[in-house]
């Protein structure tokens, strides 16, 4: 399809495991962000990429968090030796310019037992 | 950093019914963006505003863009049961560039 594509759309695994998580953009975005839903709240910003600029690493919680963006389209969210308050929806978001309107995808609901 | 206060938290209403939410803000925004998200699915835009005072209508949507760019609404006329779901409001600032800082949401239930 045309929009934001997310891999995995669901993932579990057990506490201390690694995880990574995939993003398509839109054909064409050359902005990037990740963020990331808990339960009943709002999206808080982790990291954003724009072309071949340095990444906005700011909102990352903690060293554990990582993120790469290959060639300026396909980002990997990577979560090392995960926590049980990992366990969110982590949306991926795209847009044209950096001020454009960002698009979503649907998300990975992580899970961590 | 900045926060979003959005209003109200959840809301239930009859088919038929107008809807008005909002959201405030301590810091000012040159953007305001207001998303739906239905389960398991990302947010979508509905509306976006960039001038202070800009009142946009899509359908049975309008928001407005507060004239001291520290609030927004968005109205829903006609409610409908597929209106059901999170509302978000999303400010940017637009200073060289600037993520979005998102509300806590809004639920809406429609019943039919």
């Known amino acids: 399809g045309a929009g934001v594509s997310q891999s995995p759309s669901n993932k579990v695994t057990e506490k201390g495991k690694d995880v990574e998580l995939r993003c398509d953009p839109i054909?064409?975005?050359?902005?990037l962000y990740w963020y990331r839903q808990s339960l009943g709240q709002g999206l808080e910003f982790l990291i954003y990429?724009?072309?071949?600029?340095?990444?906005?690493k700011s909102g990352l919680p903690s060293d554990r968090f990582s993120a790469e963006r290959t060639g300026g389209s396909v980002s990997t969210l990577t979560i090392q030796r995960t926590q049980q308050e990992d366990s969110a929806v982590y949306l991926c978001a795209s847009s044209l310019a950096t001020l454009g309107p960002q698009h979503f995808g649907d998300g990975t609901r992580l899970s961590i037992l | 950093g900045q926060q979003l206060n959005q209003s109200p938290q959840s809301m239930f209403i009859q088919e038929g019914e107008d809807v008005s939410m909002n959201c405030t803000s301590s810091s000012i925004f040159n953007t305001w963006l207001w998303y739906k998200q239905d389960p398991g699915e990302g947010p979508v835009l509905l509306i976006a505003?960039?001038?202070?005072?800009e009142l946009t209508s899509n359908g049975r949507l309008t928001a407005q863009f507060g004239i001291t760019r520290k609030d927004s609404f968005l109205n829903i006329s006609a409610s409908i049961p597929s209106d059901v779901g999170i509302y978000f409001c999303a400010g940017q600032m637009n200073s060289g560039y600037s993520t979005l800082t998102f509300g806590k949401g809004t639920m809406l239930l429609v019943s039919p």
């Open positions: 505003l960039y001038k202070a005072g």
């Open positions: 990429f724009q072309g071949n600029s340095a990444p906005d």
């Open positions: 054909s064409g975005h050359t902005a």
